[in-house]
């Protein structure tokens, strides 16, 4: 398992998504021979000046709390203060500190608690509309809030949609006895943003009874843990889980997953130690006081959120296999191929997959190593189709069956309605060609529902279609609990609908994916 994660450190870097520059800033529009001014709205702490484009309002950089810097570090987070003025808000606030990757050089902010809110332009509809509030994935140490330009979301759908910066990595989710937050701080930057939300989307045309929390891959599971806290309890009203299901753990490690506190205690230990500050007589000023340069040097790949708190009591997993989840409907599923991207960056890292080795990667990859003849025998290699199927190992263990999981385990008591993206040549989610065809990867979803970093992908006609379906299932979910509608094709709340060109329709993926296998693996 060591040089499995050893690798994925190496391969994931060059394979980060392609996000492309901010598209210029619109103060204004002309619409016919009308202009149409800069929109200000007025919010609870101060008024703010956001932008006019195409059939929306765009508000980028607007604070929901008060940067966590200086003695603040690794507090709960704190009211934004109040603004006399108005705020400009045609550019987005600092990404989250992180290395370069998602965000091009990356970042070593942490005044970076900021959302943006993307609405309709008609500013006067007799009913508020829809909200969406979106979580981004990057493993809880990567990815931004602006990364996600939303405007087909909340043209075709007629809904708000919020997307939101949270601390990431240690500084995120640090955990040490006796700090009060320790290892959620992340979590509590997101229900900071939904108390925002509640308080003050109003403002922008949005119903703060109606809110859905959605998010992909780290996002989902930021979701999920949502879902099982008590303290987030009433901010929202439905839920959109991609591709990070709610059933992860450690022997599952391509997936995100929460941690025991002796567990994150621990890794917050070592994290002092490797800064110097082990030995200090205040440890935690210590901390306070490393630039966080050092701090991202020092933290691992990914970060894991502390279960056993006070904002998150039970691990997730256990939270859904108890039913002790929040009672409001929910959209869940995973894309057919999620692992592939992960086999092309252990390519890229140097690992080869050949019917010789084999078995032997195998028993590196499953928790009891005895059984890796039962994975060979199901998921066979020949001559040089090792990358793709250890990706479907991956992928099936690691998503395609939790996901399934959690769908059937939350579908005993809620309303859920569960999906499986399937097309198989989406736009491609690699800077440079991968090693071998990636299929409906991980992440390959979100181009159809956003367009990252501002730029729209280049899509067939057939791929469009299903991006405006998806849109339409989405916003009607948020809108009512139910996708049904629209002249789309009819899902079933008994059945796995998939996504993909032309063929969207009820799929059983079960047995596609081995999950009677995977069911009796830990």
Do not use: K
């Not at 991207?341 to 997959?353: D, E, H, Q, R």
Request: contains cysteine.
């Amino acid at each position: 398992m060591r040089w499995l994660a050893a690798a994925l450190v190496c391969a994931l870097i060059p394979l980060a998504p392609a996000v492309a520059s901010p598209s210029p800033v619109v103060t204004g529009a002309v619409r016919g021979s009308v202009s149409i001014p800069a929109p200000v709205v007025r919010t609870s702490a101060g008024a703010v000046r956001g932008s006019v484009h195409e059939g929306y309002r765009l508000f980028q950089g607007i604070p929901y709390a008060a940067p966590p810097v200086g003695a603040l570090r690794w507090t709960p987070p704190r009211p934004a203060a109040p603004w006399s003025g108005v705020r400009d808000a045609t550019r987005p606030g600092p990404a989250c500190a992180q290395a370069a990757g998602e965000v091009p050089g990356g970042s070593t902010s942490e005044d970076c608690l900021y959302l943006n809110v993307t609405a309709p332009l008609d500013a006067t509809a007799r009913r508020p509309r829809p909200v969406i509030v979106w979580l981004h994935g990057g493993g809880f140490t990567s990815g931004a809030a602006s990364s996600y330009d939303a405007h087909r979301m909340a043209v075709g759908g007629d809904v708000v949609v919020v997307s939101v910066n949270y601390r990431l990595g240690a500084l995120g989710f640090l955990a040490r006895a006796g700090l009060p937050g320790s290892g959620t701080f992340g979590l509590a930057d997101q229900q900071a943003a939904l108390r925002y939300v509640r308080d003050t989307i109003g403002a922008f045309g949005g119903d703060p009874r109606n809110v859905t929390l959605a998010g992909q891959s780290a996002g989902s599971y930021a979701v999920c843990a949502q879902l099982a806290s008590p303290s987030a309890a009433g901010l929202f009203q439905r839920a959109i889980m991609q591709s990070g299901p709610c059933t992860g753990g450690p022997a599952r490690p391509f997936a995100p997953y929460a941690v025991a506190p002796a567990v994150a205690r621990t890794a917050g230990s070592e994290l002092a130690a490797t800064v110097g500050c082990a030995g200090a007589a205040d440890v935690l000023g210590c901390l306070r006081r490393v630039p966080v340069s050092r701090l991202l040097a020092a933290q691992g790949a990914d970060a894991h959120p502390s279960y056993g708190t006070a904002l998150l009591p039970r691990d997730p997993a256990e939270a859904v296999a108890s039913g002790r989840m929040a009672r409001v409907p929910m959209l869940i599923g995973a894309n057919h191929d999620e692992g592939t991207i992960w086999a092309a960056g252990l390519m890229a890292a140097g690992i080869s997959v050949t019917p010789a080795n084999w078995r032997a990667v195998a028993g590196g990859f499953v928790p009891d190593p005895a059984r890796a003849d039962e994975v060979v025998r199901s998921y066979p290699v020949h001559g040089t189709d090792g990358g793709p199927v250890f990706g479907a190992v991956i992928g099936d263990a690691d998503y395609a069956c939790p996901a399934l999981r959690t769908g059937s385990l939350l579908a005993a008591h809620r309303t859920v309605w569960r999906y499986e993206f399937a097309d198989p040549a989406p736009p491609r989610p690699t800077p440079a060609p991968p090693p071998f065809a990636l299929g409906a990867t991980h992440t390959t979803e979100l181009p159809y529902l956003f367009d990252l970093g501002g730029r729209a992908r280049d899509m067939t006609e057939g791929q469009h279609r299903l991006a405006d379906t998806m849109i339409g299932y989405w916003t009607r979910f948020a809108r009512s609990g139910d996708p049904n509608g629209g002249g789309a094709p009819h899902w079933s709340r008994s059945e796995v609908q998939s996504l993909a060109p032309g063929r969207t329709g009820p799929v059983r993926p079960g047995g596609d994916h081995h999950c009677a296998l995977w069911a009796t693996m830990p």
